[in-house]
C-alpha cells in the first residue's frame, strides 16, 4: 500500500526536515507484518513529494493464528490488506513519522508549527460508506476531497463499482496534523483493524485525536469504527473525549466569548473550593477523595491541610490530571508530602474500587456535565458502591442566572452542561439520592445569596445516617 505526502512550499525540500527523513536516500524499516520504506519520487526546491510504501508480508499476517476462521485458508492469503490503506498503514505512520507526528523539528521548528500547502493521495483507499462519509469526514478538518472511482469489472457491468477508490486530500495544514488525521481516519475509512482492539487503543485515539476529535461532526462514527464497534470501549471512549474537550470548571474564573457572565470570577470560584474545604475539615475526615478533581486546585489545598493523610484526586481527563501534577509540583514534593496524595484517572459512569474505603469525597461542578440518564449511574458508584461517610456536591443554581446581564435567557453557563437545576430540583434529587442510599443530607447556599434567586452555587453535604446517629 501506498501513501504520497506533497507541498509547494518553499523550499519544498524542508519537507524532508518535517518528515526526518533524508530526500537523498531510500529508507527500510522491518515491520511486526513486513516492511515499510521511504522515498522521494519528486525532490526539488518548487515541490517535494514523499513516498511511503508498506510493502504486506502475508505469511507474517497468518502466522500464529492457529485455526482458520469463517473464509478458511485461502481468505488468510488472499485479500485486500497488501495493497489498500488500512490499519498496517496507520501503525507504520506511527512508527516511521512518529517525530513528525509530535510536531518537533530539530531543523525546522519553527516550520513545524506553521499551515503550509499539503496534498496527501492515496491511490487504493476502501470507500466503505461512499463519497458522502470521505468528505464528512475529510471537509470538517478544512480538507479539499478528490476522489477516483472504478467498476469491478469493465466487462461485467452488472457488477457494479468497486469499493476502492484512489482518494487526495489537499489543505493548508500543518504536516503533524495531516499525519495525525490520517492515522486516525485510514481505519475508520476501511473500518477494520488488523489487531485486536483493547483499552490502551482508547489511549491512542484520545492522543492523536487531541485538539480535533471532540468537535468534529462525525465523531460519534470516528470512535466506533476506530474501536472496531466494541460499545463498552466506544462508549468509554466517547465519555473520556467529551470531558476532555469540555470547558474545565475553572472557566468559571474567566470571562468566555459565549457567556462572559460575572459568575465568571476568580473570587467566587475560589469561595467555593474554600467552602468545600471547610465542610470536609469539619467532618474529621482524614482519607479524602476530589471526584472530577480537573487541574488540581482543590487538591492543592487538601494538601496544605495536615489533617488530610491520604488525598486522591481523579478525573476522565488525562490533560488536566497533567496540568494538576504541575500544579502540585509532584516530582518536587518531599518524599512525606508526596505519599500522602495520588492522582489516577478513571470516570465516574464506571465502578472502580480505588475509591473504597474514603471517609469524604468532593464533588464539586461535576454532575451538570452528565447525561441525565448518566446519573443513575453515578449515584450508585458513588453512594452505593464507593460509598463514602460524608460526600460534598455541589452545582450550579439555575435561579441564579436571571442575575447575569449578559446571559441570555435560557443558556446555561457553560456550553457542556446538560443541565442546570432550580434549587428545588436540586433539593429534590439530593433528598432522593439520600434516602434510596442511606444517607442524610443538608443544603447549604455558597456565594452572594440574592433574596428571591438564592446564591449562584448550591451545595449538598451527605452523611451516612448510622454516622449521623
Known sequence: ?????????????????????????????????????????DASVDLCTAALLVEIDPVALV???????????????????PYAANSFLSVALGRIFSTAMSGRSKDRPELAETAIPLTAHLPVVADRGGEDLVKRLFEPLGYSVEMQGSQLDEKFSEWGASPYV????????????????????????????????????????????????????????????????????????????????APSDEADETPSVESPVTERTPSLHDQRLQTVL??????????VVDLGCGEGKLLKLLLSERQFE????????????????????????????????????????????????????????????????????FERIVFEFARPTHVVLTTPNA?????????????????????????AQFEGWASGVAERFGYGVRFEPVGPVDAERGAPTQMAVFTQKEVAA
Do not use: C
Open 399 to 423: 435561579e441564579y442566572n436571571a442575575v447575569f446581564e449578559t446571559l441570555p435567557v435560557g443558556e446555561f453557563r457553560h456550553g457542556d452542561h446538560r443541565f442546570e437545576w432550580k434549587r
Open 1 to 41: 500500500m501506498l501513501l504520497t505526502v506533497s507541498t509547494t512550499h518553499q523550499p519544498a525540500t524542508d519537507l524532508g526536515y518535517l518528515l526526518h527523513k533524508n530526500p537523498a536516500r531510500l529508507q527500510t524499516e522491518e515491520l511486526s507484518f513486513g516492511k515499510a520504506y521511504v522515498f522521494y519520487p
Open 63 to 81: 502466522r500464529g493464528r492457529g485455526p482458520a476462521g469463517e473464509g478458511g485458508q485461502l481468505e488468510q492469503y488472499v485479500n485486500d490488506r
Open 310 to 377: 491520604t488525598i486522591l484526586g481523579m478525573d476522565v481527563s488525562w490533560r488536566s490530571l497533567e496540568t494538576a501534577k504541575e500544579r502540585l509540583r509532584l516530582d518536587e514534593l518531599p518524599e512525606r508530602q508526596r505519599s500522602r496524595i495520588d492522582l489516577i484517572q478513571g470516570s465516574l459512569t464506571y465502578r472502580d474500587q480505588r475509591l473504597n474505603g474514603f471517609e469524604a469525597a468532593a464533588i464539586v461542578e461535576v454532575i451538570e456535565h452528565l447525561d441525565a440518564p448518566r446519573l443513575a449511574t
Open 166 to 245: 484512489a482518494l487526495t486530500i489537499a489543505g493548508t495544514v500543518r504536516l503533524q496534523d495531516l499525519l495525525t488525521h490520517l492515522y486516525v481516519l485510514i481505519p475508520v475509512l476501511d473500518n477494520e483493524k488488523h489487531y485486536w482492539v483493547a483499552n490502551d487503543e482508547i489511549e491512542k485515539l484520545l492522543k492523536r485525536g487531541e485538539g480535533w476529535l471532540g468537535s468534529h461532526p462525525e465523531k460519534d462514527l470516528i470512535v466506533s469504527r476506530y474501536l472496531k464497534r466494541q460499545r463498552s470501549l466506544t462508549r468509554e471512549a466517547l465519555s473520556r473525549l467529551l470531558a476532555e474537550d
Open 278 to 287: 471547610s465542610v470536609i475539615r469539619d467532618t474529621g475526615a482524614k482519607r
